[in-house]
Structure formats: structure tokens, C-alpha cells
């Protein structure tokens, strides 16, 4: 039985149109990313005449910036002015946006579809998919992506293109760790293609694991560890785990929702992303979801009576659901593990898909995965909660069990210093050894170590496999009570 274990932190997927580094040159690049954030948070709170103006200067710069001109097209779209908005879509699909099921189904530009000037818009997307198929868009997103990168990040990143999961990977990682890290993608784009998608990505994403503080300007902090582009095919990550995992799964979903041009509601985009941060793949290649530190949260709000309606949840507006992250992610989470207790993920996904134009809250899709109503579903899924219980799990960076403080590192949890009376310390473990295992299970993140130490709670003593520098060695340490 493969494992993918993992934790994660509070990661709000990027769902708005993503933007492209516009020039190569750092203090640019910066300024680009500050621009987005302000357009982005512009449109947010309906102030598409600033969203709109702030886009334009950047424009004036950058003319060909395919990110920034789909921005600029959201913001006219917003102020009712469909034929500005159709303009800027033309533009950008011509300067290499290819997020088609965003307009074509998404909110942002049903005003659009509605107006003559879609009609505009509908030929240069033709026009593209023509080209797409005939073999001539070949990645320059993501390849766009990674150059930018590497002109900010000078020191350590290497680049590794993928065939098998159609990624091209940026990382400072040691082969080693490089190596389980691509065999990860590897296994869950066959197991999400075989099980839900059917296909995996129609164009290179990069992937860009970032080192320390790298990233910070493109929307990475303490709290969001990770985020993923599709409109300009850029997945950033701080950890090799769940993280990664959380927005590789967004990746294919988005190709697959390309495909059949829709775009599905955040809650069935997040239950997906989250519980694949936490899995493993049975013999007879079905999925195991495992619980992770979300569980307690969610078991926390089920309990106390906290948690919105279950009709809420499944409707709850994008904005919404992402500023109250702290409990709608867990939720989501938590009503996807009760799904696949059931042994109906894969149907819900089928069902969602095929009703989506009549149903798309994907709420009667739910309903028909699990043969009942949404308030059934609804007590069904509190009491399957409350049975479960409480996991207890810890993931804070101190472990007492074994004696160690952590910081996240690229490929695991590097140790900081030890507390006092540390078993790690006495097994032979010094501060800079990046703990990558605990018995059997993966270590990515300081929050990974926290859940595997928290899994085998009756093991008094430990297998930790560990990197110090290149090398790579196992010790036995005895934890501590």
C-alpha cells in the first residue's frame, strides 16, 4: 500500500485570473505582483474604476501582459462596459490566456456572454483552440513562469521539464528528494486520471518549490503556504507534502474543467484539493483518505453547532468561503471524507460533471452520490463525525516526543534546536538535519511531523529517516512520555 501523508496549512487556493511576470528584471517583477494584489483587491470589493486604472498603467508598461489584460477585461466587465471587457479578452487570448472555462463559464464575465461584443471574444478562443491543436502553443506559460523565476532567484533553482506528468519542476532539492517528489506527481496524476479525470494536463505547468523566503511576492506567507495559477500554468509551494498535493490536485481538476468548460463551485474545487492532501492509494488502485489536523477543527464546529448549513456551505459565494477559510476548508474536507466512507467521491464527480448546466451548486450532484436529501446528508455526516471522534493531532513545531523545534524546509522538517532532555539528541539527530520520515510515512513539512508522530502514538520507539547535507540515514529514537 503507497502512502501520501501528509498536513496542511490553511491554503486558499488562487481562483481569481492569474497574472504573468511582465519583465525580467526583479524590481519590475515586484512591482507587477504589488499591481495584481491591488487590481485583485480592487475587484473584490467592486471598485472596478480603480481596478481598471491601476491595470491600464501596467499596461502602458506591458502591453503584451496576458495576465493583466484578462484583469483589466474582469474590471470593465465589472463596470458594465462589455465591449471594453470583450477588447482586453481578445487581447489577452491572443497574447497567450488560455483560462477559457473561467470565461466561458465563470461569473466574472456573464454580462459578457450575454452582450454582441461575446461574439469577439468566441472567435479568438476559436481561434486559439485551433492553434492548440494543431500543435503550436507548446507551454510558453509555464516556460514564461519558470524564466521569470530564475531571473528573480539566481542561486541554487534547477530546472527539471517532466513528460510523464507534464510539469516542469524548479527546485533547489537534492536528487534524492527530487526524485520522490516527481514520483509523487506521478502517482497521483494516474490515480486522479484514472479515477476522476480521465485525462491529465493539456499544457506544462511549472512548479516552482520555494526555498525560505522566496515567493513572498507573489502571494506565498506563513499562513498560505501555496498557490496555484492556471492562467498562466504556475503552481508555488513551500512544502513537498501537502501543500503541493492540495494544488497539484487544483491543476488537474482545472485542466479537466477546461475540457468540458465549466467551472465548479469552490466547495467541490476545495473538498477535492483538500482531501488529497491526506491519502493513500489501496491495491485495487481506489483512494484511502486519511484524516489530518483539519478533522479536529471540523469536528469542533459539527459539535459545537458552529458550522453553516450544509445548503449554505454548497452555496456560499467564492468571496466568503475563502475569508472564512478557517472553518469552510475543514468543513469541506470533512464532508468529502464522509463522501468517500460512502464510496462515492468518484460518483459525485461523475454526477457533477454531467449535471452541471442544470445543477451548477453541484448541491443535486451530492444528493444523487448519496442517495438522500441534503439535511439527511447533512445529519448523516454530523453523526459519522461525532462518531470518529476527536484525532488529537499536533502539529506544532516543538515535539516534545522526541525533543526537537523545526522550520520548514523544501523536502521536510530541518531541526532548529532541541528541548531539554531531547531523545532525538541523544539518538545521534544535531540541529540542521532535515527529518524526512517517521517509520513508514513521508515527513514534507514541521506540520507532516506533527501528524506522523501523532499517527503512531503507541510506538515508543521511532525509525526517523533523515537528509544531513546529501546523505541520508535512519536512526531508532525512543521517544519520550
Not at 88 to 94: D, F, H, T
Not at 138 to 159: H, L, P, Q
Not at 433 to 462: F, K, M
Request: proline share 4%; with cysteine; charged share 25%.
Amino acid at each position: 500500500m503507497r502512502h501520501a501523508l501528509c498536513s496542511i496549512r490553511v491554503v486558499v487556493a488562487c481562483v481569481a485570473i492569474a497574472t504573468m511576470a511582465a519583465s525580467a528584471q526583479p524590481p519590475a517583477d515586484t512591482a507587477r505582483s504589488a499591481t495584481e494584489r491591488a487590481v485583485n483587491e480592487a475587484l473584490a470589493q467592486h471598485r472596478s474604476a480603480e481596478a481598471l486604472a491601476r491595470a491600464k498603467a501596467w499596461l502602458d508598461r506591458a502591453p503584451g501582459d496576458a495576465g493583466m489584460l484578462a484583469l483589466a477585461a474582469r474590471a470593465a466587465a465589472q463596470a458594465g462596459d462589455q465591449r471594453v471587457a470583450a477588447g482586453y479578452l481578445k487581447r489577452a487570448i491572443e497574447e497567450g490566456f488560455t483560462d477559457f472555462a473561467t470565461i466561458e463559464s465563470g461569473p466574472d464575465f456573464a454580462g459578457l456572454r450575454r452582450h454582441e461584443s461575446w461574439a469577439v471574444v468566441q472567435e479568438a478562443m476559436r481561434a486559439a483552440r485551433a492553434r492548440n491543436e494543431q500543435g503550436t502553443l507548446t507551454g510558453a506559460e509555464a516556460t514564461k513562469a519558470v524564466d521569470a523565476w530564475r531571473m528573480r532567484f539566481t542561486s541554487g533553482y534547477r530546472v527539471f521539464p517532466d513528460g510523464v506528468t507534464n510539469t516542469i519542476l524548479v527546485t533547489t532539492q537534492d536528487p534524492t528528494s527530487r526524485s520522490e517528489l516527481m514520483s509523487m506527481l506521478a502517482e497521483m496524476t494516474q490515480n486522479q486520471v484514472g479515477r476522476l479525470f480521465g485525462k491529465g494536463l493539456a499544457q506544462p505547468v511549472a512548479v516552482i518549490v520555494a526555498s525560505g523566503a522566496d515567493g513572498e511576492g507573489d502571494g506565498l506567507t506563513a499562513s498560505r503556504a501555496g498557490r496555484y495559477e492556471h492562467g498562466m500554468r504556475r503552481l508555488l509551494t513551500r512544502d513537498t507534502g501537502a501543500t503541493l498535493r492540495h494544488e497539484f490536485t487544483h491543476a488537474l481538476h482545472f485542466a479537466h474543467m477546461e475540457r468540458v468548460n465549466q467551472v465548479h463551485p469552490i466547495w467541490l474545487r476545495e473538498g477535492l484539493a483538500t482531501v488529497f492532501e491526506t491519502y493513500r492509494t489501496r491495491d485495487d488502485g481506489s483512494f484511502e483518505f486519511l484524516p489530518n489536523e483539519r478533522a479536529d477543527a471540523a469536528m469542533q464546529l459539527l459539535a459545537t453547532g458552529a458550522a453553516p448549513a450544509l445548503r449554505r456551505l454548497l452555496t456560499m459565494p467564492e468571496d466568503d468561503f475563502q475569508k472564512d477559510g478557517e472553518s469552510t476548508y475543514p468543513l469541506v474536507r470533512s464532508l468529502m471524507e464522509y463522501t468517500a466512507s460512502r464510496g462515492a467521491v468518484e460518483r459525485l464527480y461523475a454526477e457533477a460533471v454531467a449535471g452541471f448546466r442544470d445543477d451548477p451548486t453541484c448541491t443535486r450532484a451530492l444528493e444523487r452520490a448519496l442517495g438522500c436529501s441534503l439535511e439527511e446528508i447533512e445529519r448523516a455526516w454530523a453523526a459519522w463525525a461525532r462518531e470518529r471522534g476527536t484525532q488529537g493531532f499536533s502539529t506544532d513545531p516543538t515535539q516534545p516526543s522526541i525533543g526537537v523545534t523545526t522550520e520548514d524546509h523544501p523536502d521536510g522538517a530541518r531541526i532548529v534546536r532541541f528541548v531539554t532532555k531531547s531523545a532525538a539528541r541523544d539518538a545521534g539527530l544535531r540541529p540542521g538535519d532535515v527529518i524526512v520520515g517517521v517509520d513508514s510515512e513521508p515527513v514534507r513539512s514541521v506540520r507532516e511531523l506533527g501528524v506522523a508522530l501523532t499517527r503512531s502514538p503507541r510506538n515508543e520507539t521511532l525509525a526517523i529517516r533523515f537528509r544531513r547535507g546529501d546523505s541520508y540515514s535512519i536512526l531508532a529514537v525512543r521517544r519520550r512520555p
